[in-house]
């Protein structure tokens, strides 16, 4: 099922650059400084059944309605970015408690587990997952991810959703075809691919400072481009020999999403200028998975004021609560 053209922003906010941008910087920014400083948050160390140690933090509701919400993140965003606070805070204010998931690597947690991160890993933070609910038990839980995250979110809601007892699955932007959304930061704005480049890089410096007998200085020294960093770390530090095959490991398209039990939404922007939402199309039908694509939103923003409002966290809770 399709939806689509939900999203209408005033004239002066229709620039997909704007839109991309004002996700996380600027008011948007601020506000959730605001909300992080009232915040009660609770850190929490989640265990995987193979090890692996994931930095979570917990906000609990005021007046709880015994329903969790996990967040995840986008790539090299973390816990603290600030679409993630400002989420949760509207989802706490309608009494979820929410987790907010760092990936591995992400966040403050590159000190956690030797392994580098890598976008397959998703049946780590869905042992993480069921782990925190078999100790924390809901009676309802949902998953919300945007962009690497959306990604993330649809694969252990397919996967893992209903061993956990996700009730839904909410996807804002996720990275389709991984090979294509590389083409797109490649051949795009290229404001994009230096942030990303910069920000990998600078993870992959501080993973090297943890563990330095990884000793891979010269070759990070020597990388000028995303390329360069997939070209150099994939056949390392991934059981793939190439960067195609790795790509394609976390794509979902074809049948990726055939095991899909948890109702899901896939929530699209057609004008963003990271992932080509025509990937969408590549997806086989699942009775489960509703997709919505709207006109404007550009990457994960969505924003619908100057004061860097953003209608997704609306959007969300309308899913959420199952209201069309």
Not at 101 to 112: A, C, E, I, Y
Not at 150 to 157: E, H, P
Request: net charge neutral.
């Amino acid at each position: 099922m399709e939806r689509s053209d939900l999203f209408k922003p005033p004239l002066h906010l229709r620039n997909a650059h704007i839109q991309t941008v004002l996700n996380s910087q600027g008011p948007r920014k601020l506000r959730a400084r605001k909300i992080q400083n009232r915040l009660k948050t609770e850190r929490l160390i989640l265990q995987a059944r193979d090890g692996t140690r994931l930095l979570a933090e917990l906000d609990r509701a005021v007046v709880p309605r015994l329903a969790l919400v996990v967040l995840l993140h986008g790539w090299e965003g973390s816990s603290r970015s600030s679409y993630m606070i400002t989420t949760a805070d509207k989802l706490l204010a309608q009494g979820y408690d929410v987790l907010r998931v760092n990936l591995r690597d992400h966040g403050d947690s590159h000190h956690l587990n030797r392994e580098l991160f890598n976008s397959t890993r998703s049946p780590e933070v869905a042992s993480a997952l069921q782990d925190f609910v078999d100790h924390n038990p809901y009676e309802h839980a949902f998953i919300v991810g945007f962009s690497l995250g959306a990604s993330f979110a649809l694969r252990i809601a397919a996967d893992d959703g209903v061993a956990i007892g996700l009730d839904g699955a909410v996807a804002i932007c996720p990275p389709t075809d991984p090979a294509r959304v590389m083409h797109a930061l490649n051949h795009g704005f290229f404001v994009y691919e230096r942030y990303f480049f910069r920000r990998w890089y600078g993870s992959l410096r501080r993973k090297l400072e943890l563990f330095p007998d990884y000793n891979y200085g010269e070759e990070l020294a020597s990388a000028r481009s995303l390329d360069d960093l997939n070209r150099i770390f994939v056949p390392r530090h991934t059981i793939y020999e190439e960067v195609g095959d790795y790509f394609a490991a976390y794509a979902l398209v074809g049948k990726r999403l055939a095991g899909l039990e948890v109702p899901s939404t896939i929530i699209a922007s057609k004008d963003d200028p990271i992932i080509p939402v025509d990937d969408l199309e590549r997806i086989d039908p699942v009775e489960t998975l509703q997709i919505e694509r709207h006109r404007y939103g550009g990457h994960c923003g969505f924003i619908e004021s100057l004061g860097a409002q953003s209608w997704v966290e609306n959007r969300v809770l309308q899913i959420l609560r199952q209201e069309p």
